[in-house]
């Protein structure tokens, strides 16, 4: 039997001890065996430092403490993590997440089951902490969910050195380069919208604008998985089942990938701020003229 590949998940964290204890939960939970986690931290992030104790001797845990420089972004610290995985395949394992068990599992079997050199999800469940309301997410391939296999790369796919949208630019240039297959499978990535995120509510607004909400009952058991209350395990078996499944509603708003001048648009768009007009017009009409604009009309909501 040929052995399954080394996957390197890589984490950047500052300062979340709480979302990354739980990130590395996932990790160990996960059903894919041949793996490690590779985490990013400043050297004076005692917080990080005292949960990455736990781990000392765990050869699957892999820390990389920089020191302080106001000059790395974001994209610069994921070229770090690249650089410095062992892994023939690396996925990026945001802290403030939460995965399925099987995550790894079938990322790596949908590319190599069919012949491909990276996987990503198509839609992600999110949890919105401000409204204690859980989501569907809009069709795209979801930057955060990318499973690559690191030799594709060659040596002009990095990072872009910015704090933000880093990994929608990545994202697009692994597609020209390297053959990617989507997986349809929502349930293996819960993304919590909190005020610690990198975005802005801007930036979340025009996300939720585009999401099926869920029903009460289905909160209920999304905000309880992340809140700890089932084990990795467990969790994921809820998740499996027809009362989540069964209320997804996937073509609820279809969406295609923007380009690159379309990012660098949406990027100004918002620094400047969606909200920056008359407040009667309402965030949704600001945020649904940004799409028609710039999608096209032929990117409706499909109910």
Not at 270 to 277: C, I, K, L, M
Not at 284 to 299: E, I, M, N, Y
């Amino acid at each position: 039997m040929t052995s399954l590949p080394l996957v390197s998940c890589l984490c950047l964290t500052r300062n979340k001890p709480r979302h990354l204890a739980r990130a590395i939960a996932c990790f160990f939970g996960q059903t894919y065996a041949n793996r490690e986690l590779v985490v990013v931290h400043r050297s004076d992030d005692t917080a990080t430092e005292a949960v990455l104790e736990r781990y000392r001797d765990n050869r699957e845990i892999l820390p990389i403490a920089l020191e302080k420089d106001p000059t790395r972004t974001l994209g610069h610290l994921r070229n770090i993590s690249i650089e410095r995985c062992s892994g023939e395949y690396f996925c990026q394992w945001d802290d403030d997440d939460w995965y399925h068990e099987d995550r790894l599992r079938l990322q790596v079997s949908g590319a190599l089951d069919n012949y491909q050199d990276a996987s990503v999800l198509t839609h992600l469940l999110f949890f919105d902490t401000a409204s204690r309301t859980a989501y569907l997410s809009n069709m795209r391939l979801w930057e955060g969910t990318l499973l690559c296999r690191k030799a594709v790369l060659g040596t002009s796919v990095r990072y872009r050195s910015l704090p933000r949208m880093e990994d929608s630019f990545f994202m697009n240039a692994v597609i020209e380069q390297a053959r990617v297959y989507p997986l349809v499978t929502p349930q293996l990535y819960i993304y919590e919208i909190h005020k610690s995120n990198t975005w802005n509510s801007d930036h979340f607004n025009f996300m939720l604008a585009r999401a099926q909400p869920l029903s009460p009952a289905v909160t209920s058991q999304v905000r309880g998985i992340l809140e700890g209350e089932h084990s990795i395990h467990d969790a994921s078996q809820l998740l499996n089942s027809e009362a989540i499944l069964g209320s997804l509603k996937y073509l609820h708003f279809n969406n295609l990938t923007l380009s690159d001048s379309q990012l660098e648009s949406y990027r100004l768009q918002t620094q400047r701020g969606f909200a920056s007009g008359p407040p009667e017009r309402g965030i949704r009409q600001r945020l649904k003229a940004w799409v028609d604009r710039h999608q096209g009309p032929h990117l409706k909501n499909v109910r």
